[in-house]
T-cell receptor, first 115, second 112 residues
Framework: AQTVTQSQPEMSVQEAETVTLSCTYD???????LFWYKQPPSRQMILVIR??????QNATENRFSVNFQKAAKSFSLKISDSQLGDAAMYFC????????????FGTGTRLKVLA | DTAVSQTPKYLVTQMGNDKSIKCEQN?????MYWYKQDSKKFLKIMFS???????INETVPNRFSPKSPDKAHLNLHINSLELGDSAVYFC???????????FGSGTRLTVV
């Protein structure tokens, strides 16, 4: 069975600085998808970025980028130029490329942004 | 125009009651889900329907019963509510392919 681990329960970053959130996963599959979701205090789950395992190029969405290391089964999220609105819980999620589209979520990292 | 809407947003009820949460999506997605987020923020899948067919039925008490009258709607009915059912319940939908989910805004259920 697949597992997703987020080893940092909480992180802090100064406004305008860069922060990296860690995520590791375990799977025997070769094709899958990885996601980062943001959950602000409003409770809404917002898709931040996704990565297809067969693509070597790291995904980027504006200030958000990932460092995807397939061999190491690592999928970290880098947030550049942190803003107060980035404060939220961040969840890493794994999804198989076949079968059902069930997500396996990590336990989340709470990000605080300091003014 | 809300893509995935859940009602109600908040639900406070007494132990032993029966309650339902409704979910509707206007994205044309084929697959819908119910996830439970516990007090420690952990998210776990409960059920999934693809075109009205149940495709995921995780180990949850049989007091929880999903119903999908059509592919745009997925409801969750809970019988004989218990204190441990208190959580946030998220509905989500996804299209075929590698795209991520679109989540509803969640229903915070509090059983007293």
């Amino acid at each position: 069975a697949q597992t997703v681990t987020q080893s940092q329960p909480e992180m802090s970053v100064q406004e305008a600085e860069t922060v990296t959130l860690s995520c590791t996963y375990d799977t025997s599959e070769s094709d899958y998808y990885l996601f980062w979701y943001k959950q602000p205090p409003s409770r809404q789950m917002i898709l931040v970025i996704r990565q297809e395992a067969y693509k070597q190029q790291n995904a980027t969405e504006n200030r958000f980028s990932v460092n995807f290391q397939k061999a190491a089964k690592s999928f970290s999220l880098k947030i550049s130029d942190s803003q107060l609105g980035d404060a939220a819980m961040y969840f890493c999620a794994y999804r198989s490329a076949e079968g059902t589209y069930k997500y396996i979520f990590g336990t989340g990292t709470r990000l605080k942004v300091l003014a | 125009d809300t893509a995935v809407s859940q009602t109600p947003k908040y639900l406070v009820t007494q132990m032993g009651n029966d309650k339902s949460i409704k979910c509707e999506q206007n994205l044309g997605h084929d697959t819908m889900y119910w996830y439970k987020q516990d007090s420690k923020k952990f998210l776990k899948i409960m059920f999934s329907y693809n075109n009205k067919e149940l495709i995921i039925n995780e180990t949850v008490p049989n007091r929880f019963s999903p119903k999908s009258p059509d592919k745009a709607h997925l409801n969750l009915h809970i019988n004989s509510l218990e204190l441990g059912d208190s959580a946030v319940y998220f509905c989500a939908s996804s299209p075929q392919g590698s795209y991520g989910y679109t989540f509803g805004s969640g229903t915070r259920l509090t059983v007293v």
